[in-house]
């Protein structure tokens, strides 16, 4: 089993910034890519980037390449999502996962979500 809890999420004004945390725990959570997603209200949940454990594996959506960075620290389990140049667009419920891939159903385990709102 795996265990995802997100931190991190919050109220900010364009242009912002805001991290966002993701402290995994469990036997196996290390042989898995964790992956970022969001849902904002009314869409489907769509990818946000990945990383594997090993540094590599990162992947960004056209959307927020440029903007958003992925990272991790292996001493404390934790995997960041650090989010600059925030638009209301971003608005998000944000989950991380544990899985493979770019889709939603590639993964198999995932955090309660971190809601992230932005301001005009």
């Known amino acids: 089993q795996v265990q995802l809890v997100e931190s991190g999420g919050g109220l900010v004004q364009a242009g912002g910034s805001l991290r966002v945390s993701c402290a995994a725990s469990g036997r196996t959570f290390s042989y898995y890519t964790m992956g970022w997603f969001r849902q904002a209200p009314g869409k489907e949940r769509e990818f946000v980037a990945t990383?594997?454990?090993?540094?590599?594996?990162?992947y960004y959506a056209d959307s927020v390449k440029g903007r958003f960075t992925v990272s991790l620290d292996n001493a404390k389990n934790t995997v960041f999502l650090q989010m600059n140049s925030l638009k209301p667009e971003d608005t998000a419920v944000y989950y991380c996962?544990?899985?493979?891939?770019?889709?939603?159903?590639?993964?198999?385990?995932w955090g309660q979500g971190t809601q992230v709102t932005v301001s005009s």
């Open positions: 990383i594997s454990w090993s540094g590599g594996n990162i």
């Open positions: 996962a544990a899985g493979a891939g770019t889709r939603p159903n590639g993964y198999y385990y």
